[in-house]
């Protein structure tokens, strides 16, 4: 299945877990991407490591959704995040 980026952001120091939520035996996100796939009608929010390999994801209903959810768990405010 093929996906779209449609933003992604690289964590900094300063987007610290805001512990809101509880990811248990995953490590800290090194970037998030959000992207939309062939033919689904949400977004996924997408927890990569490092080398951009995604761990874990998150589906929302629209990219609104997906951007309050990266600043629920890591202070991520949406003018920081990069268009792709």
């Known amino acids: 299945m093929k996906a ?6 690289v964590l900094t120091p300063a987007h610290k877990p805001t512990g809101k939520t509880l990811h248990v035996g995953m490590p800290q996100p ?3 991407r959000i992207v939309r796939y062939d033919g689904q009608q949400g977004v996924s929010l997408l927890y990569c ?3 951009g390999q995604e761990f874990t994801d998150t589906w929302h209903q629209a990219l609104e959704d997906a951007f309050n959810q990266a600043d629920f768990e890591f202070t991520v405010k949406r003018h920081e995040w990069s268009d792709e």
């Open 4 to 9: 779209v980026v449609l933003s992604r952001i």
């Open 30 to 32: 090194s970037e998030l």
């Open 49 to 51: 490591d490092e080398s």
